[in-house]
């Protein structure tokens, strides 16, 4: 029912948000007015916020190719199309077109949450304030969720250097974003990180306690948000306390007999946010669900050999074929973004760092317990239960958009299969080629980005 109710908040929003997809491949988002008074009322900005959320679900995003791309650069999965063909390769051309598209698509909804933001803390809405207030913490999280988003993948990780002054994405101007034409230069990489908690902090500071839907962001959510955040900068104790806060909040795992089972409903037991996808909002040929389900991208042999027999997460791989997004012919599976379990696995990694092995242990081993009832549980220490943490989080994430950061904030070399034939391309870190080039088209039109700040190696 949730899902039918969101389905017709993000309808309101078409007129808001809606154009040709491909009609802005060739202009730079951030030079784009969408409108001077977005804001009138009280319902049209509820429109306004869903379609923030309508982005995040666009097909060049988490609908679609933002996930497909994280798993495709790692040894998760490979290529069997045309789509990302030199990313497979680990050859991504300056103006490919699927780079151009989540580029675009993440910026044009930090321009219109920061629009929207705006022109919102300046309305009086009078008895629908107290409303109004939590809508706009709610785009703040969204906005801070877009930034790392955007970092994560066309940035090296925040651990790249000692102090994070390498080269981040742009921050844009939120005072003349969607007034003036603006031309954000890269930031590096300490402030924008420094943005991404700022936003979400204060997104949680003002979102309310309601954990009804998945599909928007709450108190509990923005934490687990914050706690994957803190986790890649390093701050265990801020990711340990987040995490565990967020364990404590009412969800349980989804039990063995039924974990198969859960990959075709809605929510589940221990979903925090999700992205709803409907048949209605069908991305087509850029589905997330058609993509794997075809299918377009498979899992690598690499993959479902580390995958022990009894384990039931080895159900989701059928002759290299992905089943985590089942609903292949109605495209409705909704996107995953933030589950229990990978706060369970936060809560260990961090725990492992601070040196609480015997914590961690425990854990980690929640989750294996729940794939494998017949493993027996880790009893690793030190940096041998790194790695296996590193390994769980590998098979219980797969497929959801998070392998190849957890390679790079972990400084890990791997193997990269290629192409059906699973050519093997050995990628040592630091590797240039782990990130995304920043799109030609966007060094062309905006003169604060020049050639000399792309990124290393295109």
Known sequence: MMKKIYLIILMISITLTSCNRDEFLDKDPYDRVLTENLVKDFITFE??????????????????????????????????WILFPGTDAYETPTDDREVLRIWNKITSLIAHTSIVIRQAESFD???????????????????????????????????????????????????????????????????????????????????????SSIYNFNKTSAKALLARVHLYMENWDEANALATEVIGAGYTLVSNTDYVASWAEDTTTESIFSIVNTETDNGG????????????????????DAIDANDVRKNLIDAQ??????????????????????????????????????????????????????AAPYTETGQTLKDVIQDERRKELMFEGHRIFDLTRTK??????????????????????????????????NDNISESDQNAGY
């Open 47 to 80: 429109s306004a916020t869903a379609g923030a959320y309508n982005i995040l679900q666009d097909r060049f995003y988490y609908g679609g190719l933002y996930p497909i791309a994280s798993d495709l650069m790692s040894d998760n999965s490979l290529s069997s």
């Open 125 to 211: 809405f009078e008895s629908d304030q107290a409303q109004a207030s939590e809508l706009i913490a709610q785009l703040y999280v969204i906005r801070g969720l877009a930034y790392f988003d955007m970092q994560r993948l066309f940035a090296q990780p925040y651990n790249f250097t000692a102090t994070a002054s390498h080269m981040g994405i742009p921050l844009v101007d939120e005072a003349q974003v969607g007034i003036e034409i603006i031309n954000p230069a890269r930031n590096t990489t300490a402030q924008v990180y420094a943005k991404i908690i700022s936003d979400i902090q204060y997104g949680i500071n003002g979102v309310g306690d309601d954990t």
């Open 285 to 304: 040929s850029y589905a997330i669900t058609f993509l794997y389900g075809r299918p377009r991208f498979k899992a690598t042999t690499d993959l479902f």
């Open 321 to 374: 074929k992905v089943l985590k997004y089942p609903s292949y012919t109605t495209r409705d599976d909704n996107t995953p973004v933030i589950r229990l379990s990978e706060m369970y696995l936060i809560q260990a990694e961090a725990m492992a760092e601070l040196g609480m092995d015997s914590e961690a242990r425990i854990a980690v081993n929640k989750i294996l317990s729940r794939a494998n009832p017949l």
């Open 412 to 445: 890990r070399s791997f193997v990269k299969y290629s192409t059906v034939a699973e050519d093997t391309i050995n990628v040592n870190y630091p590797s240039d080629k782990t990130i995304l080039p920043i799109p030609q088209s966007e060094i062309d039109a």
